[in-house]
Nanobody, 130 residues
Framework: QVQLVESGGGLVQAGGSLRLSCAAS????????MGWFRQAPGKEREFVAA????????YYADSVKGRFTISRDNAKNTVYLQMNSLKPEDTAVYYC???????????????????????WGQGTQVTVSS
C-alpha cells in the first residue's frame, strides 16, 4: 500500500478557489491511479475526480465538471485537485485515495465508488462560505 497525506484545505468564500495536494510515499506511485473523494456531515463519501497512472485519463463527478481539475506529478509523488468557482455545497472533508491503475481501469471507470480504492489519506477540510 501507499501512504497518503493531504494538504491545502481551508475556508474560502463562494466563487473562490483552492488547490488540494496529496503527497504519496513509496517508489511505485506511478503504478497507481489516484482519486479524490469527499464526505459532508451526515452524507456518504462520494467520488469527486480520478486520474490514471500516466495522467492520460481523467474522470469527474458531474457536480464538479468544468470547475475542478485533477492532475499529478509523478516525479514529486503528488496529485492535485484544483478547485475553482467553489460553492457552499462543496463543503466537505476531502480525501485522497490510491489503487493500482489496472484495478481502477478494469473495474471502476463506469462507477468510481470508494470501494475501488484501497489506500486513503486522513482527509482535509474544505469549507465554502456563502
Amino acid at each position: 500500500q501507499v501512504q497518503l497525506v493531504e494538504s491545502g484545505g481551508g475556508l474560502v468564500q463562494a466563487g473562490g478557489s483552492l488547490r488540494l495536494s496529496c503527497a504519496a510515499s513509496g517508489r511505485t506511485f506511478s503504478s497507481y491511479a489516484m482519486g479524490w473523494f469527499r464526505q459532508a456531515p451526515g452524507k456518504e463519501r462520494e467520488f469527486v475526480a480520478a486520474i490514471s497512472w500516466s495522467g492520460g485519463s481523467t474522470y469527474y463527478a458531474d457536480s464538479v465538471k468544468g470547475r475542478f481539475t485533477i492532475s499529478r506529478d509523478n516525479a514529486k509523488n503528488t496529485v492535485y485537485l484544483q478547485m475553482n468557482s467553489l460553492k457552499p455545497e462543496d463543503t466537505a472533508v476531502y480525501y485522497c485515495a490510491a489503487e493500482y491503475n489496472e484495478v481502477v481501469v478494469t473495474y471502476c471507470t463506469v462507477s468510481m465508488s470508494p470501494e475501488c480504492f484501497g489506500s486513503w489519506g486522513q482527509g482535509t477540510q474544505v469549507t465554502v462560505s456563502s
